[in-house]
């Protein structure tokens, strides 16, 4: 039976469960969209994707118990627009997070005392010389696998150490699952013969 968005909103205040799964699965590609929007900021901002998509649904959920329809905005719009916010504020929430924590840093070089800095009271086990040695290393390896790896094979390489799916990557860089496949089967190649 196919029910007007009126009629569901109304069932589902009078605590319809079913109503709300109707309306959930109608209108859930406004949050699918909406993720796929933020999912480079996500990223760069090293915002689980799971708690951003919780973020969205909540505000799919606010939207649905919040809606009036005697007011002049379409349910869809009106979904739109709060996941979108809820979604916007989270992500500027981290962001400024993220900012706080960089500026608060602590450098281990920072004096305690006249002669002993915050990094020579932290470890006796390790040297400082192993600490440049191990440095020095991944340096040259960081560096070779930039030289080896196509711009775009680098960007996969990265979001692909940072978890995220291959479906995840062909919506963050505009590309085919394929192509990510393709991309996938090129870095591992040349990555083996580095190795």
């Known amino acids: 039976m196919d029910y007007q968005d009126n009629e569901l909103i109304d069932n589902m205040n009078d605590k319809s469960e ?13 949050v699918d969209i909406i993720i796929n929007k933020y999912k480079k900021s996500a990223y760069y901002l090293s915002i689980d994707m799971q ?5 969205a649904l909540l505000g799919f959920s606010d939207a649905l118990y919040s809606y009036d329809y ?15 916010r809820r979604v916007e504020n989270y992500v500027k929430k981290h962001s400024t997070a993220k900012m706080k924590m960089l500026k608060d840093m602590i450098s281990l070089d920072d004096k305690i005392a006249e002669d002993i800095s915050l990094g020579d009271t932290v470890s006796d ?24 790896l196509s711009p775009t094979e680098l960007e996969i390489y990265k979001l692909i150490l940072h978890n995220f799916s291959y479906e995840d990557i062909s919506g963050i860089l505009n590309v085919s699952v394929k192509s990510i496949y393709d991309y996938v089967y090129r870095i591992r190649k040349k990555l083996k013969d580095l190795y």
């Open 18 to 30: 079913e109503a709300r799964d109707v309306l959930y699965d109608k209108y859930k590609y406004i």
């Open 51 to 55: 708690e951003l998509t919780q973020e």
């Open 70 to 84: 005697n007011k002049e905005s379409n349910l869809p719009t009106f979904i739109s627009l709060c996941v979108e």
């Open 125 to 148: 086990r390790v040297t400082p010389e192993d600490i440049i040695e191990d440095e020095e290393e991944t340096k040259v390896l960081l560096q070779k696998i930039k030289e080896l």
